[in-house]
């Protein structure tokens, strides 16, 4: 019914910065919210931030401060600008929406097949 396509990860150093970006696509009525997860080896899937549609922003506390979430709505697209990276962030990032579609009467969960970051020296 809908696909999530995550781009923009990779290799930096501590410090660095990248911008993660995912795109929905398929039969979307509409979006009650976007957002990102991560999971590290051996660890639990966690959230990273998620943005409801007219909602306010939610952040670990853990990238709060060096995280920003963002979406372009009309394009139905969701983005992670990542600041000041650290090793722990090292991880699998996954795009996460709750979206209603031509074929339900209610909201479901998508998930994009994941984006490696790697944040090492």
């Known amino acids: 019914q809908v696909q999530l396509v995550e781009s923009g990860g990779g290799l930096v150093q501590p410090g660095g910065s990248l911008r993660l970006s995912c795109a929905a696509s398929?039969?979307?009525?509409?979006?009650?919210?976007m957002g990102w997860y991560r999971q590290a080896p051996g660890k639990e899937r966690e959230l990273v931030a998620v943005?409801?549609?007219?909602?306010?922003?939610n952040y670990a506390d853990s990238v709060k401060g060096r995280f920003t979430i963002s979406r372009d709505n009309g394009k139905h697209t969701v983005y992670l600008q990542m600041n000041s990276l650290k090793p722990e962030d090292t991880a699998v990032y996954y795009c996460?929406?709750?979206?209603?579609?031509?074929?339900?009467?209610?909201?479901?969960?998508?998930w994009g097949q994941g984006t490696l970051v790697t944040v090492s020296s």
């Open positions: 398929g039969s979307i009525v509409s979006i009650n919210a």
């Open positions: 943005m409801p549609t007219g909602g306010s922003t």
């Open positions: 996460n929406a709750d979206i209603r579609t031509w074929f339900g009467d209610r909201n479901r969960e998508f």
